[in-house]
């Protein structure tokens, strides 16, 4: 079956460094997605991994390990706004996305 | 990046009544998009792919009669709750398939539906 497993929820401090890890288990493999939601409003697009490595862009990174199943979000110099909901999705042979639970992610000052 | 829009952003109606909504995509072509549903606290739930110019591919589980999907041109496609009832009440959601760079999707901003 397809999975995608992520945590609940995470906390973190204003500033800090915060990695959100994910596993998935698709039929067939044409990437990975990470994408934010606040509440109440739609996804954005974050990140795609289709490759192996450390994709970079800003204060967010997002890596991936085929082999492993295996990808995780790095949240550089965390704001207050960065508190949200990130989502990961694998995205299977089919193009289509499936999707992680989210994690929350609660950010303090 | 690509933009989705969403029409209405709000709908609140009586059960019983229809409700069409809107997914656009404004700056792009999208020979495929997705509609999704959301419950509170909860992931997205894929309903449908919406195809241009065919027939939608629907979930198991998800009524074909019941929500109405139409892709009649490549920067449109319609959802339309028939005969809605108060478990139909939720986030929907819309998005667009993008293959150029590279393959994602980009989301409307959803369309919260509350049947009374």
């Known amino acids: 079956g397809q999975n995608i497993d992520q945590p609940t929820e995470m906390t973190a401090t204003e500033g800090a460094i915060v990695q959100i890890n994910c596993t998935y288990q698709t039929s067939g493999f044409n990437g990975l997605f990470w994408y934010q939601q606040h509440a109440g409003e739609a996804p954005t697009f974050l990140s795609y991994?289709?490759l192996d490595g450390l994709e970079e862009k800003g204060r967010f990174s997002s890596f991936l390990s085929r082999s492993k199943g295996y990808s995780y979000l790095l949240l550089k110099e965390l704001q207050m706004k960065d508190s949200a909901s990130y989502l990961c999705a694998g995205m299977d042979s089919n193009y289509q996305l499936i999707w992680g639970a989210g994690t929350k992610l609660i950010i303090k000052p | 990046g690509a933009v989705v829009s969403q029409h209405p952003s709000r709908v609140i109606c009586k059960s019983g009544t229809s409700v069409k909504i809107e997914c656009r995509s404004l700056?792009?072509?999208?020979?495929?998009m997705f509609w999704y549903r959301q419950f509170p606290k909860k992931s997205l739930m894929l309903m449908a792919t919406?195809?241009?110019?065919?027939?939608?591919?629907?979930e198991q589980g998800v009524e074909k009669d019941k929500f109405l999907i139409n892709h009649a041109s490549l920067t449109l496609s319609t959802l339309t709750v028939t005969s809605a009832h108060p478990e139909d009440s939720s986030f929907y959601i819309c998005?667009?398939?993008?293959?150029?760079?590279?393959?994602?999707?980009?989301f409307g901003p959803g369309t919260r539906l509350l049947v009374l």
């Open positions: 991994n289709v």
């Open positions: 919406s195809n241009e110019g065919s027939k939608a591919t629907y």
């Open positions: 998005s667009a398939r993008v293959t150029r760079p590279a393959e994602t999707q980009y």
């Open positions: 700056d792009f072509q999208a020979t495929t």
